[in-house]
């Protein structure tokens, strides 16, 4: 059964830094694209960052540009979201998901397999 757990979220100040991170189970996904999206309260789910099966290729929104990193380690099946100046607006439950293609997609729609989430809240 495939499993995706992400962990890390939590409640922090505008400014602070948060590392989420998404372990994999079930199935080897080195060999495809993963992502992070989120969806704050009475908002649709939005593209964070992707990945491409490699790690040579990156995928940011425009929000969290220069704030974000994504990275996976494809060894132990895990990928991480390290953000930076968190702000307010950043507020949601994150998502890790892995796709069905090796290119790192925005579009939610090429992305087979999606965690439970986990909630981030950054105070102003």
């Known amino acids: 059964q495939v499993q995706l757990v992400e962990s890390g979220g939590g409640l922090v100040q505008a400014g602070d830094s948060l590392r989420l991170s998404c372990a994999t189970s079930?199935?080897?996904?080195?060999?495809?694209?993963m992502g992070w999206f989120r969806q704050a309260p009475g908002k649709e789910r939005e593209f964070v960052s992707a990945?491409?099966?490699?790690?040579?290729?990156?995928r940011y929104a425009d929000s969290v540009k220069g704030r974000f990193t994504i990275s996976r380690d494809n060894g132990k099946n895990t990928v991480a979201l390290q953000m930076n100046s968190l702000k307010p607006e950043d507020t949601a439950v994150y998502y890790c998901?892995?796709?069905?293609?090796?290119?790192?997609?925005?579009?939610?729609?090429?992305?087979?397999?999606w965690g439970q989430g986990t909630q981030v809240t950054v105070s102003s």
């Open positions: 998901a892995v796709s069905g293609t090796r290119v790192a997609f925005t579009t939610d729609t090429v992305y087979a397999y």
């Open positions: 079930g199935r080897t996904f080195s060999s495809y694209a």
């Open positions: 990945i491409n099966w490699s790690g040579s290729s990156t």
